[in-house]
């Protein structure tokens, strides 16, 4: 109870949330990077699952591959990419090993959502002369939407819980405070930044839950 309370004490103390290294400065440099990072994923894995899904060719290939890389850390393609050119990019080694990691659950979630639409809805666009551009973003998207949202917020909540990876490669976020306490050895100030971490992704889950209660009834079919 003591360490909770210290870190309670912490977190509550105004000197630890203004300038740049406190709490207001950290958590919004782990929210642009977030923000980023599901950015930049989006525009990578949900155009390639939606034109497979529509297609229904590869796609089980590109799930396939994209599920490999969950098998690998992210910690370890951190430090990798650390020893490639990559490395001299400031915030890029961890954009990308942070974009890689948030691939899978999207395009995963964005491909079956694709393949789950009713074959017979699909035919009936196409049998009214609907062009397969016009099938896909009318007709499968709409009926998609709520897998592919769902994969957007698993990836989103991963993604703030493993962004803390940043402050290993001398970047910002969260992950500084956490290991400022271990170079510190000041173990309140460590559960403090795991305290914020687990809070910022609970608020982000939370997010999400209220944009799908808020969200029209075709958008909060099951996922």
Same mark, same amino acid.
């Given at each position: 109870?003591?360490?909770?309370?210290?870190?309670?004490?912490?977190?509550?103390?105004?000197?630890?949330?203004?300038?740049?290294?406190?709490?207001?400065?950290?958590?919004?440099?782990?929210?642009?990077?977030?923000?980023?990072?599901?950015?930049?994923?989006?525009?990578?894995?949900?155009?390639?699952?939606?034109?497979?899904?529509?297609?229904?060719?590869?796609?089980?290939?590109?799930?396939?591959?994209?599920?490999?890389?969950?098998?690998?850390?992210? +910690? @370890? &393609?951190?430090? *990798? !990419?650390?020893?490639?050119? /990559? #490395?001299?990019?400031?915030?890029?080694?961890? =954009? $990308?090993?942070?974009?890689? +990691? @948030? &691939?899978?659950? *999207? !395009?995963?979630?964005?491909? /079956? #959502?694709?393949?789950?639409?009713?074959?017979? =809805? $699909?035919?009936?666009?196409?049998?009214?002369?609907?062009?397969?551009?016009?099938?896909?973003?009318?007709?499968?998207?709409?009926?998609?939407?709520?897998? $592919?949202?769902?994969?957007?917020?698993?990836?989103?909540?991963?993604?703030?819980?493993?962004?803390?990876?940043?402050?290993?490669?001398?970047?910002?976020?969260?992950?500084?405070?956490?290991?400022?306490?271990?170079?510190?050895?000041?173990?309140?100030?460590?559960?403090?930044?795991?305290?914020?971490?687990?809070?910022?992704?609970?608020?982000?889950?939370?997010?999400?839950?209220?944009?799908?209660?808020?969200?029209?009834?075709?958008?909060?079919?099951?996922?």
């Amino acid at each position: 109870m003591t360490t909770l309370a210290d870190a309670w004490h912490w977190l509550t103390d105004p000197a630890h949330w203004s300038g740049d290294n406190g709490i207001a400065h950290r958590l919004l440099q782990h929210l642009v990077l977030t923000v980023v990072c599901l950015v930049v994923s989006c525009l990578i894995a949900l155009p390639v699952a939606l034109v497979l899904g529509h297609l229904g060719r590869g796609g089980a290939l590109a799930v396939n591959l994209s599920n490999i890389g969950r098998a690998v850390p992210t +910690f @370890a &393609v951190l430090v *990798l !990419l650390l020893l490639t050119p /990559v #490395g001299r990019w400031g915030e890029g080694p961890t =954009v $990308v090993a942070l974009v890689l +990691f @948030a &691939v899978p659950p *999207l !395009l995963t979630n964005a491909y /079956v #959502g694709m393949r789950e639409v009713d074959r017979d =809805v $699909v035919r009936a666009a196409r049998g009214m002369g609907m062009t397969g551009r016009q099938t896909l973003l009318r007709v499968e998207l709409p009926l998609a939407l709520p897998l $592919v949202m769902n994969g957007v917020r698993i990836a989103a909540v991963q993604l703030v819980a493993t962004a803390t990876i940043a402050a290993l490669a001398g970047g910002g976020g969260l992950g500084r405070i956490i290991t400022a306490g271990f170079n510190l050895a000041s173990t309140p100030q460590v559960v403090a930044g795991a305290v914020l971490v687990a809070v910022f992704a609970l608020v982000v889950e939370a997010v999400f839950e209220t944009v799908e209660r808020l969200a029209p009834r075709w958008a909060r079919a099951a996922r």
